[in-house]
């Protein structure tokens, strides 16, 4: 592999990783926001740092997110870099949509993409990808809908004959800190998979051995992408997790968010993939159906389930079309070159337009 | 055909209806409790402003060591 390629698949890496950022914060920050627990420059700012710091909380770069899903040995530079682009073009169709999608399911649509077009069907493990990917895609969003209605349930016991404001001001104060676990959850987990992808592309350029420690500069980078990405915000998905999927009050936005927490990590301390966007979502739809099933928008919620399956064929198709691409140029950095620059156009685009609409969602806070 | 790990499945969904619900209602008793408080204070309840006050506080200490855990549970992982 040239030095060429090997940058281009790093900076391509980074590139993801900073959609990853922004695409995400929602899950982090859109209860907050909405319940007014922080204005929204705080709580972004906040989730960013949060984010950055978690990033170096966990090295452990060895389960790479697409492992078990492709054959590990078939997998090439060109094969990642189209399943990255595959990804980071899903990221941006559904920010555009203001839908919550999983990061992780679109790179791992994007890599299996690719690698089927790259190597055949055999290079994909179907088995894999129904333990990775089908069954916490069924688990998460529904675990964390009736542990949250659960829990709000037993909340509203609670406080629900005290004075409105002490438990307003109270539940605020909770979701500073269930939305700061969140954000420093979501910080260890995601950079993760950016680092590793760039780890394993140094090992396979020559540059390092598999024994050898995460290059300072990765971690850096990949926690740096992450919380800038973060700190630009999602504000389109935000507002639908924030606002759309039901009205939110703070006692319902911090049981989404504790519970979220919860169950991301007790998956993660077992080692059972989750999505931290299908949590989040599951959360604040268990929120709003344990008050009334007529409180959560359920055709904002069908939506974001479409966008949960169509995920991984739609990232897949792209990926798989983007080695098809890359392909036709031959084994050197022409084909990468051409795809990355036609990516930078589609990002300098995408961004202009989030100018626009950004600014009026953060003035209505 | 793929081999569900059960076993790790079963581990989440207890741990997090223990975990979720209990963090949450922890913190539900120390509003209530620090509400009370205030309520029993304002009446000049002093035995039961303390009562709940040591309630708000026991809870209080109990949900901090949760979200110590937490983090901790997030160190271990790599």
Known sequence: MSDVVLWIVVGTA??????????????????????????????????AVLNFVGAFLSLAVAATI????????????????????????WNLATWYFGLPASSSHALIGGVVGSAFV??????????GIIE??????????????????????????????????????????????????????????DAQKTMGIIFLTLIANGNLSASDDVPTWVVVSAATAIALGTYVGGWR?????????????????????????????????????????????????????????????????????IAWVLTIPAAAAVGGLTYAVVALFGADEAGPLVVAGLLLALLTAAFARRLATGRTLTAEG | MAVVDFHALGQVVWVSLVAGIGVTVLFSVVIWGTDKTAAARREGQDGQALAYGVLAVAAMVVFSAAVITGVVVMLNKG
């Open chain 1, 118 to 127: 790259a190597e055949g069907p055999d290079a994909v493990l179907g088995a």
């Open chain 1, 237 to 305: 998905i935000i507002k639908t997790m924030g606002s759309r999927i039901i009205k939110m009050d703070p006692a319902q936005g911090f049981a989404a968010q504790t519970v979220g927490a919860t169950v991301i990590l007790s998956a993660s301390h077992v080692g059972f993939p989750l999505s931290t966007t299908q949590v989040i979502s599951g959360s604040i739809m268990g929120a709003g159906a344990a008050k009334r099933l007529s409180a959560v928008r359920w055709g904002v919620a069908g939506n974001i389930a």
């Open chain 1, 14 to 47: 980074l590139a993801f990783d900073f959609t990853n950022g922004f695409h995400d914060t929602a899950n982090a920050v859109a209860t907050s926001i909405s319940t007014r627990a922080m204005p929204p420059k705080v709580a972004v700012s906040l989730a």
């Open chain 1, 132 to 189: 990775k990917v089908v069954v916490p895609g069924l688990v998460a969003p529904m675990l964390a809908l009736v542990v949250t209605a659960i829990a709000i349930s037993l909340a509203y016991r609670i406080v629900g004959r005290r004075r409105p404001g002490p438990v307003t001001r109270g539940f605020r104060l909770g979701q500073i800190v269930s939305g700061s676990l969140f954000s420093l959850s979501h910080g260890t987990n």
């Open chain 1, 66 to 89: 697409a492992s078990g899903i492709v054959q590990a040995d078939l997998i090439t530079p060109a094969i990642v870099f189209a399943g990255l682009i595959g990804a980071i073009t």
